[in-house]
């Protein structure tokens, strides 16, 4: 009878131990993309999130450069996405890439603001499998009427 529960035991721990590895391996990756309706930069209280976005987390070789992974994702109703990435990418360096906005009218992947690096790897002493990357924004074609008041509550205009 220990016998049998000493085997049971171990094929416990073994089944334990391979699902371990298993979310070892796995992130999840969170996100969200907006409009910069005022074509400034970075978010202010007119910016709005937009739905449908389409988004990518993509790997590169640190050396090569060459692509290593890349995955796609869509922002929900609030702009914001959730990508799992199936391994670990270790010394690789990712990025969270805008790659088509829903909005014809806030379509412009805003330089700087187009993409954002995120650490993919276990390798670096963070214990949580969820990660985040900084937002990322388009521009919108014309900015509001109403930016300048905005702007000035950010100090970005002289009064």
Known sequence: MAKILLVLLALCIAVSDSAAHFAEDS???QGSVYCDTCRCGYETD??????????????????????TYTKEGVTDSN???KILVERDCGDDYCDSVLVKSSDPECS????G??????????NNGMNSDTRFANPMGFLKNT?????SMILQKYQEVDE
Do not use: N, W
Request: net charge positive; hydrophobic share 40%; proline share 6%.
């Open 108 to 111: 412009s992947p805003d330089a």
């Open 27 to 29: 992130f999840l990756l």
């Open 79 to 81: 702009g914001r996405y």
């Open 46 to 67: 007119a910016s709005k999130p937009i739905a449908g976005a389409v988004v990518k987390v993509e790997c590169r070789h640190r050396t090569t450069s060459e692509i």
């Open 143 to 147: 900015p509001l009427a109403s930016c």
């Open 113 to 122: 603001r187009d993409r954002a690096r995120v650490i993919l790897t276990r």
